[in-house]
């Protein structure tokens, strides 16, 4: 067994305070201007090599009922026996110094649940996008947990660093909250895997903002080129209507990533824009084209210690 | 006189024809990954330090009538005497490869007229960022024209990116999307100058948006701290209706920023982030921790050499 698999071991058999020791570290081993330490790269490899299940990402904008929505998911899979990690990224904290973290207590787990675990991490920055720090930590959770929710405000830079980690995409919208399907029309949003239009209770709002969003992916079928086709959930997240339907809606996306090598796959090319960023945060454009040709699909299976190897040649 | 002085006053005297090609010289001239060449900061310190007007930013999601609207602030700009430069900042084409700029042609001008010039560029990727380029061509036409408007996708990284430019910032919203409220109330979006809440003919909804505009606003107002009360303008550009009251408003803006040493020092600190962010962008955090300490007060006066000289340092 290798250092990283002894410590991946470790960490899963140490439950919850093991878990948050690891988090805890992360920050100070993962240097957001260098290389992470060697003790951690091992660690981190280790988990990317070894997932026990698969992360769902879940975005929109502020308001619209995500912590709602995360903590009703985190129920029903701990319901059905799955262990849960939720990730809970809050760009305000790095203004208001985290009047919003108070708000993320919506998301309750027992102490005594040694199978569900919350944590809050800061944002990139203002504009909400992951840290290095948050899709490593999303990783480690995805080999301990059979499922990780990654909780982020989107539109902009956060919706397109949750496509670095999630098995899964989903976009939720409002009724009466039209942008975020302006962006997507214009193609400046990534297409999510499945968009959950939240507040169904509204009644007739919520069903012409499913109408909307229904209209707007029809764009996109007519254009063509997708085998997965995106479902629109109507739910509430207070009722509980809906909630069963998006978890359908994400088994299904799950057994389609399944079939032959899409899920591999997608996780490998996550692996090396996860890489490339980190290059491009630490060393900029210059660095990033000095060892672009270095970065083989080999590196997606050890993305950290690639990092490190790479950080060192970039480093005077 | 300078060099770049001599370039400036030329670039004045040569009308549309020079500045077409000066913007496109900048292609060449300012090396995403490297420095400027020597003319091509020269110049471009020369504008920064002899500015003929001011620059609008107009930023809002995509549908919300930016283009309508930059075309009507220039018709009437161009009535009142000023000359016009007008920066369209196309997200889109970094994906379908521009279909959208085939809309930039609502904003017309006529090619007699000397003092309109409308260039569309390409954003910085695809979350509709501002490139070095565009916010160098910013510069630019500002030395030229009483009024250079900057229009961007907003929400996210061309928001804060037109932070970086405008002396101005217009947020544009229409009835009926949430979104961009729910972004300020969050913290999350920097607040704007003045917001204008765009298809105002739209009646009961219109004047709902306006309130709710309203209303996100009083919270900022209540928690103190801004001298500046940002008005709320609705208005219908095609009907004209509410055009003349936002005018006013750029102008009241403007009156304000010339009070003391506001618009100076506003333009000041846009030189010094804008000067971080290029290096950043070049050599990441570890380039920018390295040099910190030699970016001075006084490089706000002429950026790009210090880009130059900076840049030159961090290049092994």
């Known amino acids: 067994m290798t250092a990283g698999a002894q410590r991946l071991a470790d960490l899963r058999a140490g439950g919850k305070p093991a878990l948050a020791r690891a988090l805890t570290a ?6 957001p201007a260098g290389a992470p330490d060697a003790e951690t790269a091992a660690l981190l490899d280790a988990a ?12 929109g904008p502020p308001g ?34 985290g009047a919003l973290l108070g708000d993320r207590t919506r998301i309750r787990t027992s102490p005594e649940d040694e199978q569900a675990f919350v944590r809050s991490l800061a944002a990139r920055d203002r504009l909400g996008g ?35 980690v999630a098995d899964t995409l989903v976009l939720c919208v409002q009724p009466g909250s039209g942008d975020s399907l302006q962006f997507m029309k214009a193609g400046i949003m990534e297409l999510p895997d499945i968009i959950v239009v939240t507040k169904a209770d509204m009644g007739a709002a919520a069903r012409r903002a499913r109408a909307d969003v229904e ?26 209507e809906g909630i069963d339907d998006l978890i359908g809606a994400i088994d299904d996306h799950r057994a389609w990533l399944e079939q032959g090598e899409r899920l591999a796959r ?17 060393h900029g454009r210059a660095g990033l084209q000095r060892i672009l040709t ?3 699909d080999s590196d997606a299976a050890a993305p950290f210690a690639a990092l490190s190897r790479l950080v060192e040649k970039l480093t005077p």
């Open 26 to 31: 992360l920050e100070a081993g993962l240097d």
């Open 48 to 59: 990317v090599a070894d997932p026990a299940g698969t992360v769902i990402g879940l975005t």
């Open 64 to 97: 619209v009922g995500k912590s709602t929505l995360t903590g009703a998911l985190l129920a029903r899979y701990r319901a059905a026996g799955l262990g849960v990690g939720v990730i809970a990224v809050d760009p305000s904290s790095q203004i208001t110094g």
């Open 130 to 164: 992951l840290s290095d720090h948050a899709v490593a930590a999303a990783l480690l959770m995805r080999a301990v947990y059979g499922r990780t929710i990654v909780e982020t405000v989107g539109i902009g830079q956060s919706e397109a660093d949750i496509g670095l």
């Open 215 to 240: 209209g707007a992916l029809g764009l996109f079928a007519a254009s063509g080129g997708m085998d997965w086709k995106v479902p629109v959930v109507a739910l509430s997240a207070s009722s509980g």
């Open 266 to 282: 997608r996780r490998e090319k996550q692996a090396l824009a996860f890489l490339r960023d980190c290059i491009r945060t630490r």
């Open 294 to 296: 270095e970065i083989t």
